[in-house]
C-alpha cells in the first residue's frame, strides 16, 4: 500500500509560478513511477506529467512541456511538479499518483494510487 499526501495549492496570477509536493508512505517509494494529473470542473481526469523511479526518465503532456517540470527526491520520499508560467487553462485540482510498474503511463487508469488532490487556481 501507498499513502499519497499532496500540498502546495494556491491562487496565483496568470504568468505566475507554483510548486506542488507529494509525500508518499508505505510500499517503498523508489520503485514506483510517479505522476501528477488534474481535473477541472465537467472535464476529465488528465495526465500532467510522470517520472520513473531513478528521475532520469520523464514524461510531459503537450499541454505543460516547457512550462511544467516534475522531479522527485527518493531520499524524502517526494515528488515534486515545478509549475511556471501557468495560464488561466492550468486552473485544476492536481492529483499525484504512483504505479507499481515501470512504465511511463499517461492514463489515469494505469496508476494504483491517488492522493486527494490540491487546487490550483490561476487568475487572468
Known amino acids: 500500500q501507498v499513502q499519497l499526501v499532496e500540498s502546495g495549492r494556491g491562487l496565483v496570477q496568470a504568468g505566475g509560478s507554483l510548486r506542488l509536493s507529494c509525500a508518499a508512505s508505505g510500499r517503498t517509494f523508489s520503485t514506483n513511477v510517479m505522476g501528477w494529473f488534474r481535473q477541472a470542473p465537467g472535464k476529465e481526469r488528465e495526465f500532467v506529467a510522470a517520472i520513473s523511479w531513478r528521475g532520469s526518465g520523464t514524461r510531459y503532456a503537450d499541454s505543460v512541456k516547457g512550462r511544467f517540470t516534475i522531479s522527485r527526491d527518493n531520499a524524502k520520499n517526494t515528488v515534486y511538479l515545478q509549475m511556471n508560467s501557468l495560464k488561466p487553462e492550468d486552473t485544476a485540482a492536481y492529483y499525484c499518483?504512483?504505479?507499481?510498474?515501470?512504465?511511463?503511463?499517461?492514463?489515469?487508469?494505469?496508476?494504483?494510487?491517488w492522493g486527494q488532490g490540491t487546487q490550483v487556481t490561476v487568475s487572468s
Open positions: 499518483a504512483a504505479k507499481l510498474s515501470t512504465v511511463l503511463g499517461v492514463l489515469a487508469a494505469q496508476y494504483d494510487y
